[in-house]
């Protein structure tokens, strides 16, 4: 804090309102395609190990790796292929949604009860519509709650892309509020990123519940 | 940048070796710093969780940390840290402590979260047994208890670790120095061996802190338990960290 200035300066944040909404923004936009990308090979692959369970151990081993690598050396270790861009940025925001989603569809998926698949079966299901109107939708809650996690967390990691220059509100975190001691924009990021993070959470449990209503009449029941 | 050439020269250069910003220097920055938080992130952290585990009181507690704990990023602490630090200590409130105080609030939850689904997953016949065995509720908790759930407490450490070794890296951003001190500076001046060089020994060493400490979780089963255990986090630490 510079001597003599109030700890917030509200002024700064009315005058800054169209950058601080470009970063938020480009916040949303990077968590958005990360989830997307990711939740579209997550499912592609989860349908894999489906077919093919012996694939289950090596998937989720190698995207464990993944996971364990932090995400300032997975950012840089990028940047000599596809530079300081949202490209970078996106690759390993992707890969960090993999275990997390791929655990989650596969568990939710097998959690299926038995006789629910035998019923189906009996009704004479093919197994495509076994999946798409029986397995998937009994595994939704499982499904979402993997969402839910991997979209906070990307939230979180999309601060640190700032420092390979992808922007997002690590840039008020970084460039405009730490390396200038500058703590009105520094608290702006970070207080927008926890109420995204917050935001988003509620907003996939909201939809989960929506999209299983038999879940809670049972639950009532 | 030509290659793997480059960064092989990046290692090998006399000044990475000695000086103010060589590699024994920044790996003695990061583990140091690393392993300071993480000890005081379990001292925090471990009676909580036992209290909370072994009482069943204040369970909407856990919930609360493991909430705040995924809401709020690494970069996020050390925002809310670092101009409390600088404002306090001045320039002493660079470097270190902020780094120390973001990095202890990240390790908190995932260890509280853990310790206490741990003991809670203990077959309540156990406690029964052991308390019909005379065992006062200290004895309970450090001869059944606590051993049965081990695996499951060493899982949240192991992941604490992990992450605070990752996001010590960060501690470059406020003169902390730290061996994403090499990332933060390649990129600030377009050195790319130098951000390759510093991202591969973060990496290593996040996965060695990975590995050791799952080794160290798998040694951590009680012998009486070995075939029944599983060393995956129980469904229930799953579940309340999903906040479900």
Known sequence: MNEGQPFIRWDWIIDNLDQIGRRLGEHVYMTLLAISIGFAISFALAMLIRSRPGLYGPIIGFSGILYAIPSVALFALLVPFTGLSVLSAEIALVSYTLVILIRNIVTGLEGVPPDVIEAAVGMGYTPSQRLWRVELPIALPVIVAGLRIATVTTIGLVTITTLIGAGGLGYLIVNTGIRRFFDTSTYTGVVLSVALAIAADLLLLALQRRLTPWARARAEA | MDGIGEVIAWFTAPEQWSGNNAIPLRLWEHVSLSAASLAAGVAVALPLGLYIGHTGKGARTVIAV????????????????????????????????????????????????NTYAGLREVDPDLREAGRGMGMRESELLRRVEIPIALPVILAGVRA????????????SLVGG????????????????????????????????????????QRASVSKGLRERASAQPPAEALRSAAGA
């Open chain 2, 160 to 171: 604490s670790a992990v992450t605070v070794v990752a996001t010590a890296t960060l501690s």
């Open chain 2, 66 to 113: 493991a909430n705040i704990g995924r809401a709020v990023p690494s970069l996020g602490w050390l925002g809310i840290v670092y101009p409390i630090s600088v404002a306090l200590l001045a320039r002493g409130g660079l470097g270190f402590w902020p780094t120390f105080v973001a990095l202890v609030a990240l390790s908190v939850p995932p260890i509280v979260t």
């Open chain 2, 177 to 216: 120095g730290t061996l994403g001190a090499y990332v933060v500076q390649g990129l600030f001046i377009n050195d790319l061996p130098r951000v390759v060089g510093g991202a591969i020994m973060v990496a290593a060493l996040a996965l060695l802190t990975e590995w050791g400490f799952g080794a160290l």
